[in-house]
């Protein structure tokens, strides 16, 4: 590798706060001024870049496999041949010490370093939410937020360092721009070079042509993201990616806002989306004759208990429980089969059939499921199926299992065994919206069965 290396020697030259730049020269970011102006510069580092390749080479000898009659047609040479004549013969003359000499690569922690923007790209936004990941049994981090892969972040608010910078030269105290209200914060932005020139409100089009045009200019790769609005179109995407091929760039990322749990949020997005919407009634989607079911078995106290829980669309559908030794006809081994539901005429209630494949390959049903159970486990059993067909989520469900407080002694652990039951089913890292018993945050999420604390480590299982 060291050897191939040598041969080459490539080098990756490249550029950051290109977006403060534009907004320091008043040039709006993502418009014909500001991509002509982008290309020029990019141009510029290039022929000085290789300028100084072929100075080296003079004095220390070219890359080992330079050959100018292997690339006198390369069309990234060509562009350097007819922007410095003079420079291309004296490559030709004595070769150059690197293979390729640019590159735009990402630079997101580089720019948080240098409180700009990043590579090529505008400015994410001027006010955000900015997330680091974090060990949560550290007791110094608090943990704000945690992903649907169990990870846990901390949360803090940022202002563009440079559009401070741009604020100061207008008179305003940086430090008093965090005490703005999000209107007067709004009206300021509006009188700034960064106005409709943040990642979500840029000329999406325009800023893959400035892409294009860089790459003329860069002989390895750019680190570019399109960043769009959940709702955009197809076409819209299609068009950007239409652009990308036509403008000649060598790579492109597009992320929709929204795809997954981000490290930039915009500020606002940070609480629950759905505080909007509007109280309504549901209709429960109409029950298959037969549908899938799994068997779990729990302990009541002492006594052995059976749960057949309907699956529907990989959730569950509805749920029949009660003692096992009321359920002998099912085998110990039986983890799946079906359950049909059968009405056998317009005067008769329907009644519900657990069928299963045993060892031998044959079918086995087991009729009337209802005249195993006790009714009243029965009755509360048919009251949290109602609840599961018309889509409460898993977690409020649990919940709501959990806060029930029942007289009979019996009955409290029966229903906790459902809740145990149910919680099988939930997604891995799912947050669950109370507070934490130990360290009071709230940072409980779902992880292997538990309900467990990402800040402190917490854990209660069943």
Request: hydrophobic share 35%; proline share 4%; charged share 25%.
């Amino acid at each position: 590798m060291k050897e191939k290396s040598n041969l080459g020697r490539r080098t990756g030259l490249g550029i950051t706060a290109e977006g403060d730049m534009l907004a320091a020269l008043g040039i709006r970011y993502g418009t014909e001024e500001a991509n002509e102006f982008s290309t020029e510069v990019h141009k510029q580092l290039a022929v000085t870049a290789y300028r100084s390749s072929v100075q080296m080479a003079k004095e220390r000898g070219a890359f080992p496999i330079y050959n100018a009659e292997n690339e006198k047609n390369n069309p990234f040479i060509r562009r350097i041949k007819d922007a410095d004549p003079s420079l291309y013969e004296e490559m030709c003359t004595y070769g150059r010490r690197n293979i390729a000499l640019l590159t735009i690569a990402p630079t997101g922690s580089v720019s948080l370093c240098t409180q700009t923007t990043s590579g090529i790209e505008p400015v994410f936004m001027i006010a955000y939410t900015r997330r680091r990941k974090v060990n949560p049994n550290d007791k110094s981090t608090k943990v704000a937020f945690v992903d649907q892969n169990g990870d846990a972040f901390e949360e803090y608010q940022v202002l563009h360092p440079k559009f401070k910078v741009w604020a100061k030269t207008k008179g305003y105290d940086p430090e008093e721009l965090k005490y703005l209200s999000a209107k007067e914060l709004e009206k300021l932005i509006e009188q700034s070079p960064y106005h409709k020139a943040t990642a979500h409100d840029v000329d999406w089009v325009m800023k893959v042509k400035l892409q294009g045009a860089v790459q003329q200019w860069v002989d390895h790769s750019i680190s570019v993201t399109v960043n769009i609005p959940e709702n955009v179109s197809e076409s819209i995407v299609s068009k950007i990616y239409q652009t990308a091929w036509e403008s000649k760039c060598k790579g492109m990322t597009i992320y929709r806002e929204g795809s997954r749990d981000g490290v930039l949020v915009k500020q606002g997005n940070t609480t629950n989306s759905n505080q909007n919407e509007k109280f309504g009634e549901t209709n429960a989607p109409k029950r298959p004759k037969t549908i899938e079911a799994e068997v779990i078995r729990f302990k009541n106290k002492e006594e052995d208990w059976v749960a057949v829980v309907g699956i529907m669309d990989g959730r569950p559908y509805e749920i029949f429980t009660g003692k096992a030794n009321s359920f002998s006809a099912l085998p110990s081994w039986v983890k799946k089969g079906w359950v049909t539901r059968v009405k056998a005429s317009s005067k008769e209630p329907a009644r519900y059939d657990f069928s299963f494949t045993d060892q031998d390959g044959y079918n086995v049903i087991i009729q009337g499921l209802s005249r195993m159970f006790l009714k009243e486990y029965w009755n509360y059993a048919k009251l949290i199926s109602g609840i599961l067909r018309h889509g409460m989520p898993l977690p409020n469900v649990v919940n709501l299992i959990d806060k029930l407080r029942l007289d009979d002694d019996n009955i409290m652990t029966w229903k906790n065994g459902v809740a145990r039951a149910l919680k099988r089913y939930i997604k891995e890292g799912t947050k669950i919206k109370q507070a934490c018993p130990e360290c009071k945050q709230e940072t409980l999420i779902y992880k292997d069965g538990c309900v467990t604390c990402m800040n402190c480590g917490h854990s209660k299982c069943g």
